[in-house]
């Protein structure tokens, strides 16, 4: 994607507002396709570029991976706005991830006591963990028992599966929808209702494959 940047006006900028503002105008991307692209809404956005609201850091490590955005710059507005290193590449010949019993609810609290035991296999995602799953929210595409493994750093599209953490910290399996302007999240076990997504959910990443025990 092509980016116009202009040194002087990437350096006076004091608020973290500003500067997701700035990033977002060099990508010339309007509100509404950016926030899309993050898996928020645009009035959240739009309050974030403003100063109104905080992004968590979920957020904005998904914006430094999709982007390729320098968190230092990001964080305090030194240095260039894009880091100068290529992006990661999202998959290795073999990755090994930490396998969670339960889903993790923050990215930033990946506790080690947690972790059951690691799990590796050519093409995982690198940067991504797995976890049990149980629940029959997600039957019949996911069900209790399977090994979920869920990639972060990238945004979902709609029809995506995503771990989203809600507002009272619980981590839970959901469809991503988008609906004109707004966010759905919805259980693909038709027994429960979909929800608008608003400012405490968050989303921890996508799951990008399913391992299900079969019985012989």
């Not at 750093?153 to 009272?168: N, Q, S, Y």
């Not at 999240?185 to 921890?204: G, M, Q, T």
Request: proline content about 7%; some cysteine.
């Amino acid at each position: 994607m092509n980016r116009e940047i202009q040194d002087d006006k990437f350096n006076d900028l004091h608020s973290l507002g500003d500067r997701v503002r700035a990033i977002r105008k060099s990508l010339k991307m309007t509100q509404k396709a950016f926030a899309a692209s993050l898996g928020i809404v645009q009035s959240f956005l739009c309050a974030i570029e403003k100063g109104k609201k905080t992004p968590s850091d979920t957020l904005l490590i998904a914006a430094q991976h999709k982007y390729n955005i320098d968190p230092a710059w990001l964080e305090n507005g030194k240095g260039e706005p894009f880091a100068v290193a290529p992006p990661v590449p999202s998959t290795t010949l073999s990755c090994e991830i930490p396998l969670f019993k339960d889903p993790p609810t923050s990215l930033d609290k990946l506790n080690p006591v947690n972790i059951t035991a690691s799990i590796s296999m050519p093409g995982l995602p690198a940067g991504s963990f797995a976890f049990e799953y149980s629940g029959d929210f997600m039957s019949p595409s996911i069900r209790d028992g399977d090994i979920v493994i869920v990639q972060t750093g990238t945004a979902p599209a709609t029809g995506d599966i995503v771990l989203i953490v809600g507002k009272w910290g619980e981590a839970y399996l959901r469809r991503y929808r988008i609906r004109g302007e707004d966010i759905y999240y919805s259980a693909d076990n038709s027994s429960y209702a979909p929800f608008k997504s608003d400012s405490n959910i968050s989303i921890l990443g996508t799951v990008h494959t399913v391992w299900r025990k079969i019985k012989t």
